[in-house]
């Protein structure tokens, strides 16, 4: 079955630096969730979007951004990157028609390494 | 507010021991669903088990059983005759009924020696 696909799998950046995350949901999943797992700590939610529309905003810095295309696959863009952004970022997609319960698939994460 | 809260920081047993795994959580809303994932050393996150406020059904999967209590707010996960690749954080998350974002708890993370 086909899952959630992050690229890329792993990033290093320098302070100050921009990075891209790009996310591929489970096709004909409807719903995009961002969140950010630091060392050692649980996942955090970021930003969400449904049917293309950002639909929840959790913790997301402001020099962090974020978008779902027509194709519903998501970019996080990040700015100014600070040592402290160096984290796991995990996409899942869900299917929210079926209700807000149902179940998130994560992808792999992309781990970001700011030096 | 919503919180989940795994008490036990890090748990270690021995190969072929029960292991039950803690997750209370808070939440005002009616609606609410609660999950159970699992991260492995590789680091994804692997969905285990969902289960919504008005379903208080226990469920077992195999070695897996969960235990849903909402008179105590609990949501407990019980992995019997444990092994080695059972080893992993295992995080409690909670969804309220109108947002879709889970909230996770801070894990616990299970060793399991041979």
């Known amino acids: 079955a086909a899952g959630v696909i992050q690229s890329p799998r792993h990033l290093i950046k320098e302070k100050r630096e921009t990075a891209t995350l790009k996310c591929y949901p489970i096709?004909?999943?409807?719903?995009v969730y961002w969140y950010q797992q630091g060392p050692g700590q649980d996942p955090q939610f970021l930003i969400s979007?449904?049917?293309?529309?950002?639909?929840d905003k959790g913790s997301i810095p402001d020099r962090f951004s974020a978008q779902q295309f027509s194709d519903y696959h998501s970019e996080l863009n990040m700015s100014s990157l600070e040592l402290g952004d160096s984290a796991l970022y995990f996409c899942?997609?869900?299917?929210?028609?079926?209700?807000?319960?149902?179940?998130?698939?994560f992808g792999p994460g992309t781990r970001l390494t700011v030096t | 507010a919503q919180k989940v809260t795994q008490a036990q920081t890090e748990i270690s047993v021995v190969e072929k021991e029960d292991v039950t795994l803690d997750c209370v959580y808070e939440?005002?809303?009616?609606?609410?669903?609660l999950f159970w994932y699992k991260q492995p050393p590789s680091g994804e996150l692997v969905f285990l088990i969902r289960?919504?406020?008005?379903?208080?059904q226990n469920e077992i999967s195999g070695r897996y059983s969960w235990n849903f209590q909402k008179s105590t707010s609990s949501f407990n996960f019980t992995i019997t005759a444990s092994q080695v690749v059972d080893s992993a954080v295992y995080f409690c998350?909670?969804?309220?009924?109108?947002?879709?974002?889970?909230?996770f708890g801070k894990g616990t993370k299970l060793s399991v020696k041979p």
């Open positions: 979007f449904y049917e293309k529309m950002q639909s």
């Open positions: 096709p004909r999943h409807d719903t």
């Open positions: 289960r919504n406020s008005f379903d208080e």
């Open positions: 939440t005002r809303d009616t609606t609410y669903y």
């Open positions: 899942a997609s869900s299917l929210r028609q079926q209700g807000f319960g149902y179940e998130q698939y």
């Open positions: 998350a909670l969804s309220g009924g109108s947002q879709g974002n889970l909230i």
